[in-house]
């Protein structure tokens, strides 16, 4: 339960970026925040548990979020 409570913020987080921001951002950014939108939905209808397939979903959807801020290279990050 905790963690659809996470993903909804998220998905809510992500929904108020793109509504007050979506203006400013280029089309490529407007194209991956949707995409980062509808897997977030997924996520939150497909309730799976810790499956493998929805760890690899979540790894795939923080680097979508990372090259989003435009990080492309994450070896600096750690």
């Not at 951002?25 to 997924?42: G, R, T």
């Not at 493998?52 to 290279?73: E, S, Y």
């Amino acid at each position: 339960m905790q963690h659809k409570q996470k993903v909804d913020q998220l998905l809510n987080g992500v929904r108020s970026l793109f509504a007050k921001n979506g203006y400013a951002f280029s089309e490529e950014d407007k194209a991956l925040l949707e995409n980062i939108l509808v897997e977030l939905e997924e996520m939150l209808n497909n309730q799976k548990g810790n499956s493998p397939d929805q760890m690899l979903q979540t790894l795939f959807l923080v680097l979508k979020f990372l090259k989003f801020f435009g990080i492309d290279d994450i070896t600096g990050l750690f």
